[in-house]
């Protein structure tokens, strides 16, 4: 079973910046399209990033301009760079594989990592 395992989340006010980090153990991760999605009591899971296999993003227009994934094959990682943070980014932060309609392609997740933002 691949497991994934969200770090990098924590307590920051809001404008600030933080950067997560997923390490995977996916099967020939580099062929998956990877995602972040984020979830709090009140929402459903949300994609909020998405990443192919060739490097091509793909954001919320919402989100645009703010959010930034990146990954590393070598390492098995996916990031996400978070920047000028609100208090509406306040979530957990999971990520995934991907499917080409933006649903989770696991049908696990791992402990995903909080973001809390203070304005």
């Known amino acids: 079973q691949a497991q994934l395992a969200e770090s990098g989340g924590g307590l920051v006010q809001a404008g600030e910046s933080l950067r997560l980090s997923c390490v995977t153990r996916?099967?020939?991760?580099?062929?998956?399209?990877m995602a972040w999605y984020r979830q709090t009591p009140e929402k459903q899971r949300e994609l909020v990033a998405r990443?192919?296999?060739?490097?091509?993003?793909n954001y919320p227009d919402s989100l645009k301009g703010r959010f930034t994934i990146s990954r590393d094959n070598a390492k098995n990682t996916v990031y996400l760079q978070m920047n000028s943070l609100k208090s509406e980014d306040t979530a957990v932060y999971y990520c995934?594989?991907?499917?080409?309609?933006?649903?989770?392609?696991?049908?696990?997740w791992g402990k995903g990592t909080l973001v809390t933002v203070s304005s």
């Open positions: 990443i192919s296999s060739d490097g091509t993003t």
């Open positions: 996916v099967p020939h991760f580099r062929l998956n399209a």
């Open positions: 995934n594989t991907v499917t080409s309609h933006g649903l989770p392609g696991l049908p696990y």
